[in-house]
């Protein structure tokens, strides 16, 4: 399974937007590249996925590299609520059923008030 | 809408007692669903997926086991628990599709005395 690498931590201002950078060097042509987060105590969020053009939602946006090797999720004012681990990970587009999805130790952001 | 349901919120077990987690999903069928262990301060070890009734893949060779009894319903289990065995269980499911997102529970926090 490709794999993806992040940094452990990172740390924002509140109100200024946050750039998680997230390596995936070894994506195939078609892996999706998706996000979630992960508050404390709480199961992951779903937060935004995409497979090659970049994608807005409500809570984010996701920023592929032209080569797909790596993305950015984009939170663009960052508030205390966003403090999380973000994890970045890829999952399989051709395997509709099977699907072993691999969680890494994701980038923990802490939001300075 | 789906929604998932995850319980015990916490529990607390002596060594050598058995266990019993129950996961359900409403709102969907045939789900994808998903057993995950998480560490304190560590990310997210996939246990079991399921892709239909009765159809079980262990991925962490241990002594919990997992069944799917009914489509929307998944059960973590143990016949004795280990010290080791301590942490935040998540279940979580995904519809058929592809590149379909997972949803988490709340999760389960198991503390083994």
């Known amino acids: 399974d490709a794999k993806t690498t992040q940094p452990n931590s990172m740390e924002s201002n509140e109100e200024e937007p946050v750039h998680l950078p997230c390596n995936h060097s070894?994506?195939?042509?078609?892996?999706?590249i998706h996000w979630y987060r992960q508050l404390p105590s709480q199961g992951p969020e779903y937060v935004i996925h995409?497979?090659?053009s970049n994608v807005n939602n409500r809570m984010a946006s996701l920023a592929i590299a032209e080569d797909r090797k790596s993305s950015t999720l984009i939170l663009h004012r960052a508030t205390l609520r966003d403090a999380a681990v973000y994890y970045c990970i890829l999952r399989e587009g051709m395997k509709t059923s099977y699907d072993k999805v691999i969680f890494g130790p994701g980038t923990s952001l802490s939001v300075i008030p | 809408s789906q929604t998932i349901h995850q319980w015990p919120a916490t529990l607390v077990q002596p060594v050598g007692s058995p266990l019993s987690l129950e996961c359900t999903v409403e709102?969907?069928?045939?789900?994808?669903l998903y057993w995950y262990r998480q560490a304190a301060g560590r990310g997210l070890q996939l246990l079991f997926y399921s892709v239909g009734i009765g159809q079980i893949s262990s991925e962490v060779p241990q002594n919990l086991s997992a069944s799917r009894p009914q489509d929307r319903q998944f059960i973590l289990s143990s016949k004795k628990l280990l010290l080791s065995d301590s942490g935040f269980y998540l279940c979580?499911?995904?519809?058929?599709?592809?590149?379909?997102?997972?949803?988490f529970g709340d999760g389960t926090r198991l503390s083994i005395l």
């Open positions: 709102g969907t069928s045939n789900p994808n």
């Open positions: 070894t994506i195939s042509g078609t892996d999706y």
């Open positions: 979580a499911w995904r519809p058929r599709g592809v590149a379909q997102p997972q949803h």
């Open positions: 995409g497979l090659t």
